[in-house]
């Protein structure tokens, strides 16, 4: 892969890292399920969703010009990048096992995308 289609889609995986963030940001907001409008008004829903929106767009761009057993590995990459965000934002624990298990992911992700 093109450094330029590289960095395309970790971009794409940073945004729906980052949409699952609005998600668990969402989740948090809405203090009764059955209030219909906790949901419609519910702002970081409506981001993530905007984001999700956006991201699936650019990921299909993607795929335009990049195989699929190319690029969805580094989908991969999300669940390393979840935890880490969701400690910056959220300040939730990072465990060793994150951290291993996403060493695994990437070297998997460097082994599946090298031709």
Known sequence: MSPLYVFAT????????AG???FKQAAL????AADWQAWVFNGALIAA???????????IWILRHVPL????PFM????????????LVF???LHLRT??????????????AST
Do not use: D, K, M, R
Request: contains cysteine.
């Open 20 to 22: 699952q963030i609005l």
């Open 49 to 59: 969703l905007a984001l999700y929106g956006v991201t699936t767009l650019f990921w």
């Open 91 to 93: 300040g939730s624990a």
């Open 10 to 17: 970790l971009l794409c995986v940073t945004g729906i890292a």
């Open 99 to 112: 951290f291993l298990g996403g060493g695994l992911i990437l070297l998997g992700v460097v082994i599946a």
């Open 76 to 87: 991969g990459l999300a669940f390393l990048i979840v935890p880490v965000l969701e400690h």
């Open 29 to 32: 907001n809405i203090q009764n």
């Open 69 to 72: 057993y190319l690029a969805y």
